[in-house]
């Protein structure tokens, strides 16, 4: 199952170029593994904390989330 982009994500991605190009140049899969990441948070305060730590590592390169146990929509 491959994830939808939701607009805070979209938002914050094309509000940062670096994280943006390593968006563009991954997977589809590897979008849907940082999607479900982003969104797997219980609490709003969560997710924008999410969003802000993958922001910082895709801009770093990192191309999927780490020490994450994976997408369990798989």
Request: charged share 25%; aromatic share 6%; glycine share 8%.
């Amino acid at each position: 199952m491959l994830h939808t982009l939701p607009a805070d994500f979209r938002k914050a991605l094309h509000a940062a170029p670096a994280a943006k190009a390593t968006w563009d140049d991954i997977t589809p899969l590897a979008r849907s593994e940082w999607i479900c990441w982003v969104t797997s948070g219980k609490k709003a305060e969560t997710r924008g904390i999410r969003i802000k730590k993958g922001l910082s590592k895709l801009k770093g390169g990192m191309r999927r989330p780490c020490c994450w146990a994976g997408c369990p929509h798989r």
